[in-house]
């Protein structure tokens, strides 16, 4: 028997890179996964790719936007009736230095990153049962370390591990644990689209790779068995942690 026989999951950013990944890892355990996206095309693709015996089902809508999460939730009620694990993994990243950081730049990330994160949670909590469940929110090697031009991006992150101190105590009556995941450099979209050519990939590759102990970069699976542990019942005395993913690159 799988380690999520029965459950019910929502994974937001479930089309691509670690969302994909681990809605993947999710359904082989046997949960039925929900995953949200904002491009249809994509998560219809990643539909085809993970779908076996009608378990995975793709709604569109953008974390930022309150009606859209509605719509989310509306489908999760009216299919499973409830939600035993969320994954709150959505996120954006873009550079921008002290002294270039414009309001566009702040408001986008802050509104994604940190509103879309707080509100795909908030608007769960009524289907959660009294039984529990697993919140698992997708913060940043980053938010505890200090890398030119992350300002922004960084803070975010900062600030979802504080999300996970203050909602552990306000969800422990519910028997919801709560818990971060903080990938190192992991090879996703996200950070291809961080660079505009091979040979800026390559910069990045080298200059990221001589700082992280483990001496390459990880891969979207390795994160993926990171939440499956934090979602299963293999980590019923685990809440409130940060759980680093991240070749040791924030440890040493
Ligand atoms: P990715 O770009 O493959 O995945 C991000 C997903 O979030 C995409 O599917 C994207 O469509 C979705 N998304 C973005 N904005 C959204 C919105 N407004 N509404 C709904 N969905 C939205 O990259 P990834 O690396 O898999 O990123 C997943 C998470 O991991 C992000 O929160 C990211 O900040 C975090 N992270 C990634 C790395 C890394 O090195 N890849 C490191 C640390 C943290």
Do not use: C
Request: charged fraction near 20%.
């Amino acid at each position: 028997m799988g380690r999520l026989e029965g459950k019910v999951a929502v994974i937001t950013g479930g089309s691509s890179g670690i969302g994909l990944a681990t809605a993947q890892q999710f359904i082989t355990e046997g949960a039925y996964v929900f995953i949200a996206g904002r491009r249809q095309s994509e998560l219809d693709k990643a539909v085809k790719q993970i779908g076996k015996n009608n378990n995975v089902t793709g709604v569109q809508g953008d974390v930022s936007n309150l009606a859209d999460l509605d719509r989310l939730y509306a489908a999760v009620k009216q299919q499973k009736g409830s939600i035993d694990i969320l994954f709150a993994n959505a996120g954006i990243d873009e550079f921008a230095s002290l002294g270039a950081i414009t309001e566009s730049h702040f408001d986008k990330i802050f509104s994604i990153n940190v509103k879309g994160l707080l509100f795909t949670v908030q608007k769960a909590l009524p289907l959660f049962q009294d039984g529990g469940g697993s919140i698992i929110l997708t913060a940043s090697a980053g938010g505890s370390k200090g890398i030119e031009g992350y300002s922004v991006y960084h803070a975010t992150k900062a600030a979802i591990r504080s999300f996970v101190r203050t909602w552990t105590v306000e969800l422990k009556h519910r028997k919801i644990r709560v818990n971060a995941i903080s990938p190192g450099p992991i090879h996703t979209s996200l950070i291809d689209t961080l660079v505009q050519s091979d040979e800026q990939a390559e910069r990045l590759k080298t200059s990221v790779m001589g700082t992280i102990p483990l001496g390459r970069m990880g891969n979207p699976d390795e994160v993926a068995k990171a939440a499956l542990f934090l979602a299963s019942d293999d980590s019923s005395y685990v809440t409130g942690i940060e759980l680093f993913v991240d070749g040791g690159v924030a440890q040493v």
